[in-house]
């Protein structure tokens, strides 16, 4: 069975520190795997999406890595700040027509 | 705000009401996806339409019935719902093909209240 899961379910730092989030996936035969993030109430906003044939991704402070063979992603953060507390979705396709798994995601708070 | 916009933004039904949730992207894409998101549960994939076709029902109750009458819009019809049906639904859409980046782009999301 395909799964996703994300660990921690809900993370709580002070502001400034790096940190990570990590994903995990049961089959290793993935199309892409993309970040998001989700403010209460909201849609999702996507972050950085990795294509099955590459290592990593960078956007500003944020940096994803794909490790297809032991079934993993990180989501690091750098110099967190209060405005990055959200819940942050990783997901999965299996194939370039669909087959989409969410995880149950991370709910971040930077504190002040 | 993001190029995919959904309405109504709130909905509350009884169980016997038939109501419709409206989709629409303004990125040019090809690909668009319901979505249905519980408290406490992944987010769950309802349909997927690859060029107004749709290519994936994941065991979706007929209760729910997707419309998608051209690559922009999308619906997603309700009739007879349940109250445990009431959940956050989300549309999404992304440029499928060949090569694609499939970078999926979600609308804000339509909070369904049934009573």
């Known amino acids: 069975k395909q799964e996703v899961t994300q660990i921690p379910a809900a993370l709580s730092v002070p502001e400034g520190e790096n940190l990570v989030l990590n994903c995990s996936f049961t089959?290793?035969?993935?199309?892409?795997l993309q970040w998001f993030r989700q403010d209460p109430g909201k849609g999702l906003t996507s972050l950085l999406l990795?294509?099955?044939?590459?290592r990593e991704q960078t956007s500003g402070r944020l940096n994803a890595s794909l490790d297809k063979s032991s079934g993993r992603s990180t989501l690091y953060i750098a110099a967190s700040q209060p405005g990055d507390s959200a819940t942050y979705l990783c997901?999965?396709?299996?194939?370039?027509?669909?087959?989409?798994?969410f995880g149950s995601g991370t709910r971040l708070s930077i504190r002040p | 705000e993001t190029g995919v916009t959904q309405t109504p933004r709130h909905l509350v039904m009884g169980m016997t009401n038939k109501k419709s949730l409206k989709c629409e992207q303004h990125?040019?894409?090809?690909?668009m996806y319901w979505y249905k998101q519980s408290a406490k549960k992944p987010l769950e994939l309802m349909f997927v339409?690859?060029?107004?076709?749709?290519?994936e029902n994941n065991s979706v109750p007929s209760r729910f019935s997707p419309e998608c009458p051209n690559s922009s819009h999308l619906f997603l019809h309700l009739h007879t719902l349940q109250p445990e049906d009431s959940a956050l639904y989300l549309c999404?859409?992304?440029?499928?093909?060949?090569?694609?980046?499939?970078?999926?782009?979600f609308g804000p999301g339509t909070r369904l209240l049934v009573l």
């Open positions: 339409y690859n060029f107004k076709e749709q290519t």
């Open positions: 999404a859409s992304s440029q499928a093909g060949t090569g694609d980046q499939g970078t999926q782009y």
């Open positions: 997901a999965v396709r299996y194939s370039s027509a669909s087959k989409i798994i």
């Open positions: 089959d290793s035969a993935i199309y892409n």
């Open positions: 990125l040019g894409h090809n690909a």
């Open positions: 990795i294509q099955s044939s590459q």
